[in-house]
């Protein structure tokens, strides 16, 4: 079992930048594939950022491109996504996943990732 807790999140006003943690325990693996997803209400989950722990490959929603960067820190088993010009539609609530035998790949849909945290909430006020 893998156990991923988040932290980061907040209230932060249009133009600011928050930092999201997902700190990793449990079993793991250097082939997992690591993502940040995010859920509005009423909304569905919707893929944010991914990044491969074995290849330290990276992709990124189109709507966050060149706003959000993710990153891990393999030493401290933690993974971040830095979220730079917040909007107020980048409020949501913000999950850390896993994927286990990702062979080197990222992966974009929810369905492909096994574990989840309990999310962080992050509010962009106008």
Known sequence: QVQ??????????????????????????????MGWFRQAPGKEREFVAAINWLSDSKAYADSVKGRFFISKDSAKNTLYL????????????Y???????????????????????????VTVSS
């Open 4 to 33: 991923l807790v988040e932290s980061g999140g907040g209230l932060v006003q249009a133009g600011g930048s928050l930092r999201l943690s997902c700190a990793i325990s449990g079993r793991t693996f250097s082939n997992y594939c």
């Open 82 to 93: 830095e979220m730079n010009s917040l909007k107020p539609e980048d409020t949501a609530v």
């Open 95 to 121: 999950y850390c996943t896993a994927r286990r035998g990702s062979a080197g790949g990222t992966y974009s849909r929810a369905s492909d990732y096994d574990y989840w945290g309990q999310g962080t909430q």
